[in-house]
């Protein structure tokens, strides 16, 4: 009977189709994973607690000297961009100005050459306007002090005068030196009389 039962068993292990066996080589292949995981994890618990803590040392060590070297980069590349900036910021302004300049000495060589006052006045005039249109498209605005009420942000008060009327008390009767604002800052107060 027993030889029965392995002939038996032979058989069907012939009968196996192809797939069969290698589902089975498979499987095989599987344990042998589980197996070589399992000596792997046995090893990794077998270190020693101080030889893991120490590797993380290192590496958390490491990381830090890097942010640090980073940051440190950082730092002084922002200052050189800052010193740069402070040391070539009026560039943009100087060169804006620089036609401005140019018709000033065109003025005067003009102005040498003829005796006409109104001639170097409305050159002048020009020379201004275009001075004005050149800060205005920097931000430079100037400061509005005809009919206004007095503003300690915008005026300085150089001057009280009295006897003016109800109508002109706490307003801005004359304007001494106009008053400039860069971008809604004010670089320059305008110095003004007010009524009292």
Do not use: W
């Not at 292990?13 to 066996?21: A, L, M, Q, T, W």
């Not at 830090?64 to 302004?93: C, H, S, V």
């Not at 801005?172 to 004010?186: E, F, S």
């Amino acid at each position: 009977m027993e030889e029965e039962k392995v002939n038996k068993e032979e058989e069907e292990s012939k009968d196996i189709p192809v797939e069969e066996g290698k589902e089975a080589s498979a499987a095989e292949e599987d344990v042998q994973d589980n197996g070589e995981e399992a000596q792997q994890d046995s090893q990794e618990e077998s270190k020693d607690p101080l030889d893991v803590a120490l590797e993380e040392i290192a590496s958390l060590k490491d990381r830090y000297q890097r942010l640090a070297a980073e940051f440190d980069n950082y730092r002084k590349r922002t200052i050189k961009e800052r010193a740069e900036l402070i040391l070539n910021g009026g560039e943009k302004t100087i060169k804006a100005l620089l036609p401005v300049i140019d018709d000033m000495e065109r003025a005067m060589a003009n102005g040498e050459k003829t005796d006409d006052p109104k001639v170097l006045r409305e050159g002048m005039e020009l020379i201004y306007h275009k001075l004005m249109k050149t800060l205005e498209g920097m931000g430079v605005k100037k400061i509005d002090t005809e009919n206004a009420d007095f503003d300690t942000d915008i005026h300085e008060a150089i001057a009280m005068v009295a006897g003016m009327g109800d109508d002109k008390k706490g307003k801005v009767i004359d304007c001494m030196t106009t008053g400039y604002k860069l971008n809604d800052k004010v670089i320059r107060h305008a110095k003004v009389t007010v009524g009292q």
